[in-house]
Nanobody, 124 residues
Framework: QVQLVESGGGLVQPGGSLRLSCAAS????????IGWFRQAPGKEREGVSC????????YYADSVKGRFTISRDNAKNTVYLQMNSLKPEDPAVYYC?????????????????WGQGTQVTVSS
């Protein structure tokens, strides 16, 4: 059974950092692309970043480029999202997802398996 479990969310001040984790089970993460998405209240779910399995290439939404970094630890079957310089527009529930294919872009409609999400709050 494919399962994704996010953790690491919390409350942080503007300019602060958080590292989100996405622990996978039921499949071998290093063979598949993983995406990070977020959804704020009243807004549509948007893609944040993704990492492919084939060559480890990464992609970032313009809104997070230069601030967020996606990485994977295949030995731990876990993908991370390091978020630095957090801004007031970053708060949302953050989700990781996969479609069990080696490469995907950031269209949430293309992902079939989702975690339960972790809340990120940015406030002073």
């Amino acid at each position: 059974q494919v399962q994704l479990v996010e953790s690491g969310g919390g409350l942080v001040q503007p300019g602060g950092s958080l590292r989100l984790s996405c622990a996978a089970s039921g499949f071998t993460l290093d063979y598949y692309a993983i995406g990070w998405f977020r959804q704020a209240p009243g807004k549509e779910r948007e893609g944040v970043s993704c990492i492919s399995s084939s060559d480890g290439s990464t992609y970032y939404a313009d809104s997070v480029k230069g601030r967020f970094t996606i990485s994977r630890d295949n030995a731990k079957n876990t993908v991370y999202l390091q978020m630095n310089s957090l801004k007031p527009e970053d708060p949302a529930v953050y989700y990781c997802a996969t479609d069990l294919v080696p490469f995907r872009d950031l269209d949430p409609d293309e992902y079939d398996y989702w975690g339960q999400g972790t809340q990120v709050t940015v406030s002073s």
